[in-house]
Antibody
């Protein structure tokens, strides 16, 4: 059974960089998209971006200038860096596995990690 | 970006009755070469991560009860719960994976009447 687990700080100061890691267990990273998705409190889902198992990336245009997603296949981890954060970046961040299509749909999700941007 | 619009925003249905949630995309998500609709549905219960219910608009995930079904093509889609159970109380989201960026509907809150 594939499992994903997010980790990282729950509090980030404005203008700093939000850094999260997702650890994958119970399956291979090959042939899948590895995604970050976020959800502001009480609101809907927003896709941030993915890294494909081979290293290719795609990011939401609204966040592209501030986002980097990297993968470490040896550790079965992928990471999210979002710089210059503001309060609008607060919310629950999910990592998710994307099934291969032209673009992904998301078949396994982490439990989510709540990140608050505040001084 | 493809805009996904769900209706209604919230819905209250009696136990055992049918629940219907609609999802409309601002452009077609039907890929003609394979005749597949690049549309997925998710269920999110309070305090939990979303759960994939259906992909290709109507293909049910393993373990999802058969009271959940999906229909539609092109720009108009429907998620139907044939006989509402108490455990179906949740938010439901549609998502297109036809073009980047992938986008979600705003969500529909389903409650018991």
């Amino acid at each position: 059974q594939v499992q994903l687990q997010e980790s990282g700080p729950g509090l980030v100061k404005p203008s700093e960089t939000l850094s999260l890691t997702c650890t994958v267990s119970g399956g291979s990273m090959n042939s899948y998209f590895w995604n970050w998705i976020r959800q502001p409190p009480g609101k809907g889902l927003e896709w941030i971006g993915y890294i494909y198992y081979s290293g290719g990336t795609d990011y939401s245009p609204s966040l592209k200038s501030r986002v980097t997603i990297l993968v470490d296949r040896s550790k079965k981890q992928f990471s999210l860096n979002l710089n210059s954060v503001t309060a609008a970046d607060s919310g629950t961040y999910f990592c998710a596995r994307g099934e291969t299509a032209m673009l992904p749909y998301f078949d396994y999700w982490g439990q989510g990690i709540l990140v608050t941007v505040s001084s | 970006d493809i805009v996904m619009t769900q209706s209604p925003d919230s819905l209250a249905v009696s136990l055992g009755e049918r629940a219907t949630i609609n999802c409309k995309s601002s452009q077609s998500v039907l890929y003609s070469p394979n005749n597949k609709n690049y549309l997925a549905w998710y269920q999110q219960k309070p305090g939990q991560s979303p759960k994939l219910l259906l992909h290709w608009a109507s293909t049910r995930e393993s373990g999802v009860p058969d009271r959940f079904s999906g229909s539609g093509s092109g720009t108009d889609f429907t998620l139907t719960i044939s006989s509402l159970q108490a455990e179906d109380v949740a938010h439901y989201y549609c998502q297109q994976y036809y073009s980047t960026p992938v986008t979600f509907g705003q969500g529909t809150k389903l409650e018991i009447k």
